[in-house]
C-alpha cells in the first residue's frame, strides 16, 4: 500500500502542462480538402492542431504553392485553428499543394513527427482534347497554293498551344487563328506552298486545352501540292445592280448599255488571283476610278466600286491588262475590254424641260430647247417699275420614281437678264395645290414658284437659269448648268 500511495503522489505533481509532452503535435483536420473545387474565389485554407501550436513556428514554416509559384497571404488564428487568407484570390485551372516543414512546434517546443503536405485543385478533370477532323485530310492532293490548315477540337485550346505544337515539314510560317469558340484552329500561310511537294503536318502530344490537359497522343497528316501551268484567264465580268442582280458583260465591240451610277464591277477568274496585283492591271479609261472591295489575298472573285458616280451618259473603257498571276504564279495572257455606256434609267439627273407663266390673258410657254423665244411681258400688265405678285411653273424631266430636291432647286435657281430688263425675286415654291389644275406637260414633274417680278422699259434678254449641281431624291445630279433663254 505505500508504495501505491507514493506512486499516486508522484503522478499528482505532473501539471497539465507536462502531460502534453505525452501527446504527439500534430495536424488532426484541414480546408478545403483533397480534391476538385469548382470555385477558387471561394476557397478558404485552414489547418487545425492537435494542441497549442507555436503561431511563429507555424507561419514561419507554411507554404501555399499553385502550380509551383508560392502563393502570399495573411494568417488568421482560432485557438489551434490557422487559417491562411490569400492576398488575391485563388486561380482556376490550377494545382496547389500546402506544406508544413516538420520543424513547426508547439508551445512546449515539441515537432513535428513528419512534415505535413496536401494538394487539391481548381482544375476540373475532364477529358482529353481530341481532334476530330484535320483539312486537308490524309494523303489528299491540292491545287491550291494559298491553301489554310484547318483543325477541330473537340473543345477549346489555346491559340499559344498551336505555335508551339503544330509543326510543318518542311517548315513553313503563317499565322493561326480560331474560330468556333477556339475549337476551330485556322492557318495562313505566309507564302504559296511550294509546287509538287510532299508536306508532314505532326501536333505533339503535349498540345494541351485550356485546362492543361494534352491530347496524349501525337499526330500526323501528310498531303502532296499538285502543279498546275494552265494560264489564268478571266471567265465572265458582271455588273451588280443595286438590288444584287448580276448581268454579264461583253466584251468589245459590244457596248455594254443601262449602267447604272450605283453599279458594281465583278470579275470572276479561272483560279484565285493576287488581289493586289489586280489594281495595277485594272482601270476605268474615261471613267471614274475603280476601287476594289474585296480584302487582299489570292481571290477568283473581285468586286470593284466608282470611287464617284459615273456621269449619266458617259462612255467609258473597264480595261484589264494581262499579267495577272494566280496563286501558282501562273500568268493571264490576254487583255480584256469591256466598253460601257452609263445610260441606266434611274441614274438620269433631273433636267429642266421647260416653263410656263401667266402673261397679260394668255399663258406663256417655253421649252428647253427654245432658243431666244419672245416673252409678251407687257407694259399694260406688268407696269414698269411696280412689282407684280405671279408665279413661274418649271417642268423637270426626272428619272422613274425620283424627284427634284427641292432645297437644291431654291439654291439654284435665279433668273438674270441683260440691260436690267426685269428682276423677279422668289418668295415661296408649291409642289402641289398649284394655281392652275391642269400641267401643260403630264409627264413631267411639276414645280412652282412664285415671287415678285419688277418690269422696266428696257428690252434685252432673260435667262431663266438653274445651276450646276441640281439632286433629285434618288441622289442623282446634273453636273451641267440649265438656261432656257428668252427675249423682251
Known sequence: MKIIFLFLISLLSFNSCDLLRFSKFEITSWSPGDGYHSAPENITVSLNFSNDPNRASIERNFSLTGDGSRVRGNFLWENHKLTFVPLVPLEKNTDYTITLSADAHNTEGLSMDEAFYADFTTRPANIRPVLTSCYPPMYAEVSDARMKIILQFSIPVPLRTLYDNVFFSPSMTGIWHQEDDDKRAVFTPAEPWAQKNRYEIRISSSLTDNNGMNIGNEFLSIFTTETDREPLCLLFARRITKNNNYIQLTDTPVENQDWE???????????PVDSLLVRNYISAEDGPNLVMETSSGFNSELIFRFDSPPVYESRFTIRIKPGLKDNFGNESKEEYVFRIFANGIFSKPPALAGIRMPVKDDLFLAESNSLYKIIPITDDFFHPGTGVNTWIELYFDTAPGA?????????????ETSNNVISFSPRHVKVSDFTINEPHWENFQRIEVLGNLVNTTNFGIINIQIGAGLRDSFGSKNEKSQIISLIK
Open 261 to 271: 451610277k450605283d453599279d458594281r464591277l465583278m470579275l470572276v477568274f479561272s483560279r
Open 403 to 415: 424627284s427634284v430636291d427641292i432645297f437644291s432647286l431654291m439654291e439654284l435657281f435665279r433668273i
